[in-house]
């Protein structure tokens, strides 16, 4: 058999050889979870860029239809000022025309009743004079 001394440096050299493998295989796998995680970095900065772009494209495009909103907005706000303006217009036209009507039906009414007032005098005064008899 061997030397104990021979056996423990055996042992020793076969647990430092199985220490450099654990530490290679370790090395190994760092390195290949560096690179993963690099690429994953990369991977999750290039998708970070790409949803930038999409939303800056988006921000502009609801921005560009804000825009056109408010002009359309605009445009037809004005068309209702119009149409307030021309429905007001015709109301006012309307009354005043109204009005000029009434005014005239009470002119021509105030006009008949005075004639007819003036009439009836005139039949009243001519029934209570005194009759003239003829000679």
Do not use: N
Not at 19 to 25: A, G, K, L, P
Not at 31 to 56: C, H, I, K, N, Y
């Amino acid at each position: 058999m061997s030397d104990p001394a021979t056996r423990l440096e055996q042992i020793r050299a076969e647990v430092q050889e199985l220490h450099d493998q654990i530490s290679e295989y370790i090395e190994k796998m760092q390195g290949s979870a560096t690179a993963e995680l690099a690429d994953a970095q990369l991977e999750a900065e290039g998708f970070v860029t790409r949803m930038q772009s999409v939303v800056e494209t988006r921000t502009q495009e609801v921005r560009a239809e804000i825009d056109r909103t408010r002009d359309r907005m605009g445009a037809a706000a004005l068309q209702a000022e119009d149409k307030v303006a021309e429905v007001r217009d015709g109301i006012s036209d309307g009354i005043s025309a109204a009005g000029a009507s009434l005014r005239e039906g009470a002119q021509h009414a105030a006009q008949a009743t005075r004639e007819t007032i003036s009439d009836l005098r005139s039949r009243a005064a001519a029934a209570i004079a005194p009759k003239k008899e003829p000679v």
